[in-house]
């Protein structure tokens, strides 16, 4: 590896990969159980025999055709649930709300009235999002203690409803999405699906240090973690995370997902439980950019219960298909290119400028020159708004209240004390701290400041003609449990959102693609920044990127493979797929 | 000494002037109750309180009183500032809840337009300079009754700013001399009400309402222009008339759409201003003037007796007469202002600014809130001495009693009478009965077209004025 972090420029530091991962894995070999990503020239040859592993627009058409119907799909998604539960990606499975849904949707196709693309498929809910007669926990005891059940609906989740999608369940996170790492909640820890893949149990055979398998199991990454596993466990098609610094671009990143963080204000977060209004975008976690790109069509949109979201109409996101790349200016910011930066990461990041550059692109050197600065602008600005927004947790109007009577005083205090986790009440008491009156310009208006810095190196980026930027999304792939507890948790979040928060700050559209597996035959993410609600111009980018890569199906047959009837569908032997 | 003395009639009302004779019995006086505090100027304070504030004895150190006051009238409008939920006096408790207004989470504030018009026209009519562009902030606090642990108000960049609120009251041996003063506002700005608690002491529980909670309010500042319990109070029933008039507030004190927080010190003339004491949510013009007066004296002995004024919150035992510090057991508020970051900034346009091809339902414009404004009080007034040739004094009165304006105006509709003689009547005879009575103009027995018929009788001389005067009760 020839790349000197002092000297050398990023641009000339992209070199190929000479040995090691398996950055492209031969269709032949992705044949075997699951099919390929998205259709087209090289993925519509559909020889595989499951439905589960397929894209969601390939189980839409599925469904359109009569091979499927929206009560198996269900059914078997439910099945696998089960199997996979000791995953903990799920909080809540709303087994008989999906299972209601799916009958329903039965009734539209039969009747030949579906609701669009997401009618009849099941889809996974983060337990931050409001969801009307489903408990609604954000992974908190301030929640969870008297069971909160929301009595409405966020938008995003009513969108999805009204397009016919199945709600499987409500997914595990960090408490109130504090974390990187989804281990930081009332429900355990999330385990990342790729720990008990074959592609990383081979790896792991060849080094063969007789480790005890069970405690290896990886993390996700997070906060999301619970979402991106379930999609990457096959137990739905799509599902919603939150991204206030990384939140759903980091886990996606972990578990060889597409997660998608749109600009802010084209999705509504009306019934999102806060984390950071002005950063939080609702976030889409899908098995390939098609899948995000249809999901995000329903999703995006002006609403009225959102002040922040655009007024202007929003066009039905359609990806044109991109076949010639030459025209399209690619950044490379070099800020990004930190020494906490594993090689394999750098590699890759280097091997995809390389592959726009081959294919015509041009490829520059950008600066970011104020990213230094964002770690603590955002600890500023985070711990700053959720001391305001966790404020409404007192114990009075909803959730948790304890046992303490003395004064109200004294049961406000109790029940916080009680309900909130450490690193909740660690980031109150330091965003209550910035937010004092002799703190706040030295604090908060300086930290606002610096964000409107770190916003106006993106507009000065692309104001010079760059269409997106490429960075890494994380800064190695995913790391055993046991490794990542041994940081706290407000480390890590610093760590691990250094590539994805400045999007965050900025408000910009961010993407992370899968690209291809590490020499540990684990998934390695890389970022695509756009412009500011030019969501479909950066997807169509990914989308070109992610059908070069051909970044491989996580082959979960050994887990599965006592309920390898799950995956068949006999009925399936010809889904034509229009595109 | 300019201060004039005033009287406020007719305890139990809301009357803040009354010019008539008939009533003067009803001499505002000193803050009563705790007197026993009060050692200096005894025989003098109890008659005219004001003068005495700021003109002691000869020998003594003069001093000052500076009266701020802020003041938060409740917005008249169908639904709250930032939900849905109906805005209804009296509706059963937790009746008029939205998600938004429970805190719920994951709920946003969505801003309501005939609040920022209301804000707007207020802002106008007191002659502030509008803000094109305004903020919203948070306020943080933890209170039962807050629901969210904070208010959205508009702390840094309001929607109005720099105005004047003019108030006159008539002074002078007959108090026909109209006196002019004027308060600066300093800013009008939006902000949510709170619920309301209800302190149950036997089983020491304290029961939470909603209905109000985001309720929109105007909070108007007036800077400390005012020097005594009485200016204080006529203010504020200008403001209330004003608010009325333009029907952005129904500001009736009884019902807490009016309520006064009123910002008090005392200094010697020349010198710097005293350290302030803040007394708060007074609920009557009365009980306004009385705390501003008795919070004014006990500042006076208190800095005579060598003592010194905190800077502190206090509350009116009305039933006491006096000022008595609030509860605050953690000292100093620090409520932790930030940007609320669901709310975008709050632009408004005027005819030159305003996009083109703009959707008229997005958009604001002052320019159009400006043509729309309606006959404010003082130009009521000034019509009424002009077209009825009436005293200044007379025509305060009719504005001031509720209704009273009305009735007299039905009258004149369909009498010959002169209208000094129906002034004369309306104010005299008609009011002076209802005080009597404790009554309100529109529980009076008479009709208007009854007094009118009795005054046609007496034009045409079919009756004698002293019978008429005898008798008119008797025509409904």
């Known amino acids: ?579 | 000494m300019a201060a004039p003395m005033l009287r406020l009639c007719c305890p139990g009302r809301r009357w803040a002037l009354a010019c008539i004779d008939g009533c003067s019995r009803h001499r505002r006086g000193a803050p009563n109750g705790c007197t026993s505090s009060r050692k200096r100027g005894q025989s003098s304070v109890a008659q005219q309180p004001f003068i005495t504030a700021q003109k002691p004895r000869k020998g003594e150190h003069e001093w000052a009183a500076v009266v701020g006051l802020e003041i938060h009238a409740q917005i008249s409008s169908k639904s709250k500032l930032f939900s849905g939920s109906q805005v209804h006096f009296a509706a059963p408790p937790n009746s008029l809840v939205s998600f938004f207004d429970a805190s719920l989470p994951g709920t946003l504030p969505v801003l309501n337009r005939r609040c920022v018009e209301a804000a707007v026209m207020t802002g106008l009519a007191l002659n502030c300079r509008i803000n094109k562009k305004s903020l919203f902030d948070r306020k943080h606090y933890f209170y039962a009754d807050l629901p969210a642990g904070y208010q959205i108000t508009q702390q840094r960049l309001p929607i109005a700013v720099n105005g004047s609120l003019v108030y006159s009251f008539c002074a002078g041996k007959n108090r026909s001399q109209v006196i002019n003063k004027t308060a600066r506002v300093k800013q009008i700005q939006l902000e949510q009400d709170s619920g309301k608690s209800l302190h149950d002491d036997l089983r020491s529980q304290t029961l939470i309402d909603l209905n109000r909670a985001g309720v929109g309010l105007l909070e108007v500042v007036l800077e400390p222009d005012m020097s005594c319990g009485e200016e204080a109070a006529t203010a504020v029933r200008e403001l209330q008339l004003i608010l009325q008039a333009l029907g952005t507030s129904q500001a009736n004190m009884a019902e807490g759409q009016l309520r006064v927080d009123a910002n008090i010190s005392v200094h010697h003339p020349g010198e710097p201003l005293g350290v302030r004491t803040e007394v708060k949510n007074l609920n009557s013009a009365r009980f306004l003037a009385k705390a501003i007066d008795y919070e004014i004296q006990r500042q006076i002995n208190e800095l005579e007796n060598g003592g010194e004024i905190l800077n502190e919150t206090r509350s009116f035992d009305s039933k006491l007469g006096c000022t008595i510090p609030m509860r605050d057991k953690e000292g100093k508020q620090d409520y932790r202002f930030m940007p609320e970051p669901n709310l975008p900034p709050l632009l408004l346009y005027d005819t030159e600014s305003l996009p083109a091809g703009a959707d008229p339902q997005q958009v604001i414009d002052i320019d159009r809130i400006r043509e729309q404004l309606p006959e404010l009080p003082s130009v009521t007034r000034e019509k009424l001495v002009q077209q009825y040739g009436m005293l200044p004094e007379h025509s305060f009165t009719l504005l001031n009693e509720v209704g009273l304006l009305e009735f007299f105006q039905n009258v004149m509709k369909e009498t010959r009478a002169e209208p000094k003689k129906v002034t004369s009547w309306v104010l005299n005879t008609l009011l002076g009965f209802l005080k009597q009575q404790n009554l309100a103009v529109s529980e009076s027995p008479v009709t208007p077209s009854a007094l009118a018929e009795l005054l046609n009788l007496l034009d045409r001389k079919a009756i004698s004025s002293s019978a008429a005067k005898q008798n008119w009760k008797r025509f409904r």
Request: aromatic share 8%; glycine share 8%; net charge neutral.
């Open chain 1, 1 to 579: 590896m020839q790349f000197d972090q002092s000297k050398c420029s990023v641009l000339k530091g992209f070199v190929t990969i000479k040995d090691g991962c398996a950055h492209v894995v031969p269709a032949a070999a992705v044949d075997l159980y699951f099919c390929s990503v998205s259709p087209g020239p090289c993925g519509g040859r559909l020889s595989t025999r499951t439905m589960l592993g397929r894209t969601l627009r390939e189980v839409s058409a599925a469904l359109k055709q009569g091979h499927i119907t929206p009560t198996e799909l269900c059914q078997k998604c439910l099945s696998i649930i089960k199997k996979t539960k000791f995953l903990n990606a799920y909080i809540t499975v709303s087994e008989e709300v999906a299972l209601k849904q799916a009958e329903e949707s039965e009734k539209r196709y039969k009747k030949g009235h579906s609701l669009g693309d997401l009618d009849g498929i099941p889809i996974a809910v983060k337990d931050n999002f409001s969801t009307s007669g489903i408990e609604t926990t954000c992974a908190s005891n301030m929640l969870r203690g008297k069971g909160y059940v929301p009595p409405y609906n966020a938008t995003v989740v009513q969108k999805l409803l009204d397009q016919g999608a199945l709600l499987m369940g409500k997914t595990n996170l960090d408490e109130f999405a504090m974390g990187s790492g989804s281990t930081d909640g009332v429900f355990g820890p999330v385990k990342n699906p790729w720990s008990y893949s074959k592609q990383y149990r081979e790896k792991r055979k060849q080094k063969s240090h007789c480790e005890n398998e069970d405690s290896n199991w990886l993390i996700t990454g997070g906060s999301s973690g619970g979402s991106a596993a379930a999609v990457s466990a096959f137990t739905c098609f799509a599902a919603l995370g939150s991204d206030t610094g990384g939140s759903t671009r980091n886990p996606a990143a972990h578990c060889g997902l597409v997660g998608l963080k749109p600009s802010y204000g084209l999705v509504s977060r009306h019934g999102l439980i806060p984390l950071v209004n002005s950063m939080d975008v609702p976030g889409i976690l899908t098995r390939c950019v098609d899948d995000a790109a249809i999901v995000l069509g329903v999703l995006a949109g002006h609403d009225p219960k959102d002040s922040t979201t655009i007024q202007d109409p929003v066009k039905p996101f359609v990806l044109p298909s991109l076949t010639d790349v030459s025209k399209l200016c690619i950044g490379i910011p070099k800020e990004y290119l930190t020494p906490e930066l594993s090689s394999e990461v750098r590699s890759l990041w280097s091997k995809a400028a390389n592959l726009f550059e081959s294919e015509g692109a041009k490829v520059i050197e950008v600066s970011l020159p104020h990213t230094s600065y964002s770690i603590v602008c955002y600890h500023v600005l985070c711990t700053s708004e959720v001391a305001s927004n966790m404020a409404r947790f007192d114990g009075l109007e909803y959730g948790h209240r304890c046992d303490i009577d003395v004064s109200t005083e004294a049961m406000y205090a109790a029940t916080r004390r009680e309900g909130f986790n450490d690193v909740v009440r660690g980031r109150i008491l330091s965003g209550n701290f910035f937010l004092l009156k002799e703190n706040y310009e030295n604090y908060f208006v300086k930290a606002q400041k610096v964000r409107r810095l770190i916003a106006n190196d993106f507009v000065t980026v692309f104001n010079s003609g760059v269409d997106v930027l490429l960075t890494p999304t994380t800064l190695s792939e995913a790391v055993p449990y046991t490794e990542f507890i041994k940081e706290d948790n407000r480390t890590r979040s610093a760590q691990d959102d250094i590539f994805t928060q400045a999007a965050n700050m900025a408000g910009l559209p961010a993407v992370s693609v899968p690209m291809a597996l590490s020499n540990q035959g684990l998934p390695i993410g890389l970022q695509f920044i756009g412009r500011a609600f030019c969501d479909q111009e950066l997807l169509t980018i990914a989308r070109w990127f992610e059908k070069q890569v051909q970044f491989p199906v996580i082959q979960l047959q050994e887990l599965m493979d006592d309920c390898s009837s799950v995956f068949e569908n006999e009925k399936l032997a010809s889904v034509s797929l229009k595109q």
